[in-house]
């Protein structure tokens, strides 16, 4: 903080003195200042905010010290990985088909180990990533900064959409953020989504022929309770083959030979 911060820092030691129905003494307020000096004045205020709605801290007036244990706590829950986690997340950029989640401090970590990994020194570049990741997440948090992620996308559109789901399921990407696939072409849609040419032509040609016998018994006049039973059974048939098709096709994409 500086001495310009002051007033606006004493003007809010007023106000949870108040609460207690007590004045802080002028004296009081500059000890205050002087201790927490090295701070932000952000996370000051974070911190006398968090002391007073604590259920138990907060039933006493705020010292120095308890700002302090609030603040650190308020770092070790910012959601930032530990480095080697962050490490863990930043290897698959790596690969240009992968889409990685990481952080701003993941990220310039990562720019400064990727020199040291392209000379094939791997364990000297996990060494200058783990350094860089701590003195730029010891920054961030001595800033209050939160904690951004983001996606730094490969060309890969099915593995992209996977790790977006997955950051999305962690809570580190809006649901908003999940990618909408391309819309199938026609030929896809009579495989319900798959691409014909992933699929045996002897196969697509059995599934076609499926759907074309539903069709004509679904058109059919004058069916009786057993042929609509029939032609329930054949479309459950078919729907039940396209389902393992897909499944099959969506495991290869995220497990490719």
């Known amino acids: 903080m500086s001495e310009v911060e002051l007033p606006e820092l004493a003007a809010r030691l007023d106000q949870c003195w108040a609460l207690k129905e007590q004045v802080m003494s002028g004296d009081a307020k500059a000890a205050f200042f002087q201790v927490l000096r090295p701070y932000p004045l952000a996370g000051v205020l974070a ?34 990985p530990e480095p080697e986690e962050a490490w863990a997340i930043a290897v698959p950029a790596r690969d240009e ?10 990220a310039n970590a990562w720019q400064v180990a990727v020199p040291v990994i392209e000379i094939g020194d791997e364990v000297g570049a996990r060494v200058a ?11 961030a948090r001595l800033e209050r900064q939160p904690v951004r992620w983001f996606a730094s996308e490969g060309h890969d559109p099915m593995r992209r959409r996977l790790a977006v789901e997955h950051a999305v399921k962690l809570g580190r990407l809006p649901a908003s953020a999940v990618p909408q696939l391309p819309a199938p072409e026609k030929g896809q849609l009579l495989l319900g ?3 014909p040419k992933a699929v045996p032509p002897n196969v697509r040609a059995a599934i076609e022929r499926f759907r074309a016998t539903v069709a004509a018994k679904g058109e059919a006049p004058g069916q009786d309770g057993a042929e609509k039973q029939r ?6 048939e078919v729907q039940a083959k396209v389902d393992a098709f897909q499944q099959q096709g969506e495991t290869d994409a995220r497990d490719p030979a």
């Open 193 to 195: 989504g798959l691409d």
């Open 231 to 236: 032609t329930r059974e054949l479309k459950a």
């Open 47 to 80: 911190g006398l905010d968090a002391h007073m709605r604590d259920p138990e801290r907060g039933r006493f007036l705020p010292m120095p010290a308890d700002v302090i244990a609030q603040m650190e706590r308020m770092i070790k829950q910012d959601g930032r």
């Open 97 to 106: 088909a992968a889409t990685v989640i990481w952080t701003d401090e993941i």
């Open 129 to 139: 990533f783990r350094d860089t990741y701590r003195r730029l997440v010891d920054a």
